[in-house]
């Protein structure tokens, strides 16, 4: 297939601006970007280097032409346009949890389940941010030693919860001695009724809260792996917890893998050779992953991998990924780049 | 037994203060308070609301009699130290990891082992904040329930490094748009030989590294739990992660029970009537455990209860305490009173 005509739905939003700078930075070969926001952000320029963009309301007519549009804007806003943008002839790759647990729009780590992505309706899902980073680095020991379970406890950045989140935490970031006094307007979630303050402080509340006592954050995690791996069987549990981080989400995993006798040598040796992971695992020179160095950085990082003491086929891993690069912009980037490669039907 | 004459070594650090508020603050009853500390502090002042106190210089014959001795002033001293206070005739209660898993020592958290109290030779041990609050909160669990296992992934504040930690993050809490610049001083180990930003950044080391990969933290919170619940065969695996918080641990706890079938009520009815816990468990009214707000506050708070879905015996809490109270001070002073009450040999 030839160049493809990119549109980018919330281009002005915390991911929509990264979508733009990965498609420019790893050369897509698109013949077109449109940059689509709400009707307040059009015509607001946009630059990037030496390129200008123009933003553009999001209106079904803007998606003429479109070959692929990236959705960042918001679930209601995917739900409002991504059927019209299909009909109009784009593929749609959401961002937004509107579309991910339905049984036939794929949901896709590319170097998890690339194979996802041969059979689509026009909508390609991009999972959750915190589940990106887990499948991504669990691929390689699921494809080599099996595995039946995960329990997950995250550490996660402001930056998930959006702009207004980041604001948040600098306007009181600088507080600590009168820390006891700080107000919280936005977080845990902007739609629930209370707010706490997140400098230096931990809130254990992602997103709204579901029957069971699980966060939908925590569902998300739990179920959409489930799906990424095709394996409804696996066991998956996760706590997940907001910290006065800017960027970068950080999992303490507990695995149990299939096969018996496996040496943290060998976890390592695969993990080593994984698309997309760093391995940054040695304890004699203080050497592991933190969320203050993977802001700006493509790949998913691994460390402090060690056996469980009671069970021969636990391990405990640290995982820490930028959450809007590898956890969205950048694996939505890596979806069309496949699509491209893989001469689907756009 | 009478009034006591107490002795408090490390009497100006971070805990030390804390033992003699409590003191005051719960009218031990003492008839007399000696502080002790380097002879860099001795003669300093130190004032608790309008009573005076002069800090005189750690020597051997301060502990002359001397009934109680608490210990807060790191392993070094404690070696140095408690045999001779011994020797002079007092009980030690030791704030640090130096005696705690000395087989005839015993590991104290009144409200799960006091027994172990009626027989010591002089010195008692505290255990390490991090374990105390999650064994205060699994306690009534095990006791009605039975226990088989824990997995733990902690979220603790820089004040158990001490205060020069809360000056570093200080230091570096105004940073935020310049954080990829900041750079550590002191964490994650002060005698380490590298140091990372702690603030908008989370630390996956505790304490040195052991050979096993474990850092020494997360297996004070192993060995210990095990000692103080005298279950050698409880499987316990801890991760311990150092946040941005000044004071107050986080713990998110995935347990099995022994018992089959018990739920989530059952598990909050138990932990609302247990000693020395508050049950903080409501998702309808976003009500859990935090950090900022346990600060100064003598409770171990649980919350966000929950069954895993794929394992009719799991659980998973939230635990949070003040690290400096609970987790190091008020514990220490509630082993004093236990030992006055239980009118044992001082």
């Excluded at 009181?172 to 820390?179: G, I, N, P, V, Y």
């Amino acid at each position: 297939m030839g160049k493809v005509n990119v549109a980018i739905v919330g281009a002005t939003g915390a991911v929509g601006t990264k979508i733009l700078e990965k498609l420019l930075e790893r050369n897509f070969p698109s013949s077109s970007i449109k940059l689509l926001a709400s009707k307040r952000s059009a015509g607001n320029k946009v630059e990037v280097g030496e390129k200008q963009f123009v933003v553009e309301e999001t209106v079904p007519e803007a998606f003429d032409g479109v070959d692929i549009a990236f959705f960042s804007a918001g679930g209601k806003i995917s739900e409002m346009f991504a059927e019209e943008a299909v009909k109009r002839g784009a593929v749609v790759i959401d961002n937004t949890s509107a579309f991910r647990m339905v049984e036939d729009i794929p949901l896709v780590v590319p170097e998890v389940n690339l194979e996802a992505l041969r059979q689509h309706n026009g909508i390609i899902a991009n999972p959750n941010c915190s589940t990106i980073q887990m499948v991504a680095a669990l691929e390689p020991i699921r494809a080599k030693y099996g595995l039946k379970r995960i329990v997950v406890s995250t550490y996660q950045a402001v930056s998930g919860a959006g702009s207004e989140a980041i604001d948040e935490l600098q306007a009181q970031a600088d507080q600590l001695e009168s820390r006891a006094e700080i107000e919280g307007e936005i977080l845990p979630s902007a739609a629930g009724k209370k707010h706490y303050p997140i400098a230096f402080n931990a809130i254990p509340q992602i997103d709204a809260f579901d029957a069971s006592g699980y966060t939908l954050e925590e569902l998300k995690m739990m179920n959409e792996t489930k799906k990424i791996f095709s394996m409804p069987e696996l066991q998956v549990s996760a706590t997940c917890v907001r910290l006065p981080v800017v960027t970068g989400h950080s999992e303490s995993l507990y695995i149990e893998v299939e096969k018996e006798n496996v040496s943290v040598e060998e976890i390592r040796e695969v993990l080593s050779h994984a698309p997309g992971v760093v391995l940054q695992d040695d304890v004699d020179t203080q050497t592991y992953p933190m969320p203050l160095f993977a802001e700006g950085k493509d790949d998913v990082f691994v460390g402090r991998i060690r056996k469980d003491p009671d069970k021969s086929t636990g391990f405990h891993l640290w995982v820490v990924s930028d959450n809007l690069l590898k956890g969205a912009a950048l694996n939505s980037v890596q979806i069309a780049e496949s699509l491209v490669s893989i001469k689907t039907s756009i």
